[in-house]
């Protein structure tokens, strides 16, 4: 199964699992999480956060590796994932999968649509 990334004109073929990170906007604090493409849609596998704050707590189960707190989230398979693209955070959505890495909404656009192809 692949996943296509739609961010304007960019379309990205990606197989397997793939890893979004962002630096939060408020705490400047680093977020990661890995998906899986299934046939149910994409399921986060795994979510990781350097420290807590506004809005970003560490979930349920979490634990502490190497200045990271780790956990798998509670949320069924979903269709898409949209990402906002405002521009104005001071840090841009980093998708790496297949040993690649594209910075997305580093300027306003509209919203970025990650989905499983048909």
């Given at each position: ?50 420290g ?38 001071g ?5 790496c ?22």
């Amino acid at each position: 199964m692949s996943a296509c990334l739609m961010a304007g004109t960019l379309v990205l073929a990606i197989s397997g699992s793939f890893t979004l990170s962002w630096t939060h906007s408020v705490e400047k604090t680093g977020w990661e999480e890995t998906w899986d493409m299934t046939p149910a849609g994409l399921v986060v596998r795994e979510a990781r956060v350097r420290g807590s704050g506004a809005g970003m707590e560490p979930g349920d189960g979490a634990r502490l590796i190497d200045g990271w707190w780790v956990w798998t989230p509670s949320l069924p398979p979903q269709t898409a994932l949209n990402l906002a693209a405002s521009g104005a955070t001071g840090s841009d959505w980093h998708l790496c999968a297949d040993g690649t890495c594209h910075d997305l909404g580093t300027t306003a656009s509209d919203a970025i649509h990650i989905r499983p192809c048909p």
